[in-house]
Each structure stands twice: as C-alpha cells, then as structure tokens.
C-alpha cells in the first residue's frame, strides 16, 4: 500500500493519540509525526518525527515531497479561549495552515486531507438540543469563526477543485493520556485529575452549563473511520456533525461520586461560562451515521471509570 501519513500537530490532545492508534494500524514508518517543538520520548523513538510549523508552507511541502506523504491529518489549532484571548495569533495559525494543507491537496502534492472542525461553529442563534447538521450558524467566538470559515473553504476546495478534504466537527474530548490545552470543555477531563487528587473540584462553567462531549477513543475512531471510508460515501464536505455524549458538570460529578463518594464540586464560571453558553447541548448526527457508518460506543459511566482507572496510579 502506497499509502504514507503526515500528522501535523502531533504532540497536542488528539494527535498524541492519533500518532499510537495510526501507528500501530498501519506500520511506524508510514506514520510521521509533527509539530513545532519536539514530541515525547515515546512519540519520537516510535517512529519518524519531524519539527514543523503548521504556518509555514515551504517547510510543509518539503516534508511531504521527502516523506512521499499521501494523506494529511491536520491537528495543530488554538482552541476556544485561548483564542478569545489571542484573537489574530488564533485566526492566523487555524487559517493559514488549513489554507497551506488544502493548496498541496490542490496541486495534487497529497491525496487526502482531514481537518477538524467542532461544535464551536454553532452560535447563540443555533437550536440548542438535537442540533441539525444544516442550520442556523453564527458563531461568537474567535475559534468558531474560524471553524466556521475553515469549512467553508473545505466545501469550495473539493467543488472547485475536487480536493479530497474531510471533517468532523469534534465536541468536547476527553482523555486520559492526555490534556488538553486552551479549551472551553477542559474541564471535563480536569475534574478527573482533581477528583483523585483532592477530592473537589472548582469548575468554571455552573452546574447546569450541558455540553457534547465524547471519550478520546471514539474520536479517533471516528477521525480514521471518515478518513477511511470510501470516497463516494463522504456526502459532506464542509463537516459532519458527531455525537457521543451530552453531560452537564452535576452530571460527571455524580458520576465520579459512584466511585469516590466524598467528591465535591464547587462553581465559580469566569469567561468561558458565556462560549459554553454559545454552543449546543446535544447533536444530531445522523448524516454521519448513515454516510460512513459512525456510531459512538463509550458511556458517560464507563467513560468515567476508565477514566479513574487509569489515572489513580498518579495520585496515589
Ligand atoms: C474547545 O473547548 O475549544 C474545544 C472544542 C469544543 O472544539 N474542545
């Protein structure tokens, strides 16, 4: 198989996953990793690795003549409220590399590209529950508009000129191998940390502030899946709407509690209350579900103890 991927932003919260879950299905050496400082130890010895910087196009299409990469995972992206605070640093790094990405795709330099979009493109002005694919969109946020825009660009790259560009747009992901950076949905992967460590946690959104979230392992199944399905599948080209699961802070903390009955939670919402409030409660995925066969697998309860499971050696 001809096949060679490039991860571009390989070190952050979905590629460091990404990086071990393509890795082991399709053989090391076909799999290079990237990102602009170096990986960890593990990242580095298990396979190429190379420095890159998403906003530099030269570098990037060195790397993949070198390589002889066929398909490019797009990874490297400043996250909601990193972005509410940086706004043209944010614009810049999810525009230009998507813009670098989708114009080797174009010049026939790679074959297949996937780019993440996310819930953040939906705005105050969306339905709240079930969110359609196609609806009313009008994001408030830095990070959402550029989403927003990014997919725009990815339907008008394929229809003007067939670039094989693919995209889901994440919810909330939540890992243990991993932490995320700069998001409004962290604090579903921290009230885990604190949970153990300190039996409470101070959450910045309020009790009731419902999300879509999902645990890490479905994401990358659902990142390869799309990325692996059959060209004439893929119905949507700007990105699909995915759904795993809908929780509000009260919710995962009653969970925790199943397992650490002492846990509590206190409220305390600063700036990332009014993005969270911006954003929908539950999706509706269906497209995703009847085109390429997505279907989500891990529970709001399982997701927890796996969670706690693997992160207990930490803070014991
Ligand atoms: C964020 O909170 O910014 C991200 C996202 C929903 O895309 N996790």
């Excluded at 002005?125 to 550029?146: A, D, L, R």
């Excluded at 003007?160 to 604090?187: A, C, E, H, M, N």
């Excluded at 101070?202 to 990325?227: H, S």
């Amino acid at each position: 198989m001809k096949k060679r991927i490039l991860i571009i932003g390989a070190s952050g919260q979905i590629g460091t996953e990404l990086t071990v879950y393509l890795r082991s299905k399709f053989g090391s050496h076909k799999v290079i990793a990237s990102d602009i400082r170096e990986g960890s130890e593990e990242m580095m010895q298990s396979g190429p690795f190379e420095i890159l910087d998403a906003m530099d196009y030269e570098a990037i299409q060195e790397v993949v003549i070198r390589h002889e990469i066929t398909d490019v995972y797009l990874m490297a992206a400043m996250l909601s409220a990193t972005a509410e605070k940086f706004p043209m640093k944010g614009w810049n790094l999810n525009m230009n590399s998507l813009f670098h990405v989708l114009n080797l795709a174009k010049d026939k330099k790679i074959d297949k590209v996937f780019w993440p979009s996310s819930i953040a493109v939906f705005g105050p002005t969306t339905p709240k529950t079930n969110t359609p694919q196609c609806t009313v969109m009008e994001p408030s946020t830095v990070y959402g508009i550029s989403k927003q825009t990014g997919e725009r660009w990815c339907e008008y790259y394929h229809n003007r000129y067939g670039v094989d560009v693919r995209s889901i747009r994440y919810p909330g992901l939540i890992s243990y191998k991993t932490l995320p950076g700069g998001g409004t949905t962290d604090y579903a992967v921290d009230i885990y940390h604190k949970a153990l460590k300190h039996k409470e946690y101070v959450c910045f959104l309020n009790a009731e502030t419902t999300l879509p979230m999902m645990f890490m392992d479905d994401a990358i199944r659902a990142t390869v899946g799309i990325m692996e399905t059959d060209k004439e599948n893929i119905k949507v080209r700007s990105s699909y709407n995915l759904s795993g699961l809908s929780f509000n802070p009260e919710e995962i903390t009653a969970s925790i509690q199943k397992h650490i009955p002492e846990f509590k939670i206190s409220y305390d919402p600063d700036f990332r209350q009014a993005i969270a409030d911006s954003w929908p409660q539950s999706i509706d995925d269906s497209e995703a579900r009847t085109d390429w066969g997505w279907e989500h697998k891990v529970s709001l309860d399982e997701m927890t103890a796996i969670m706690l499971d693997n992160l207990k050696d930490e803070y014991l």
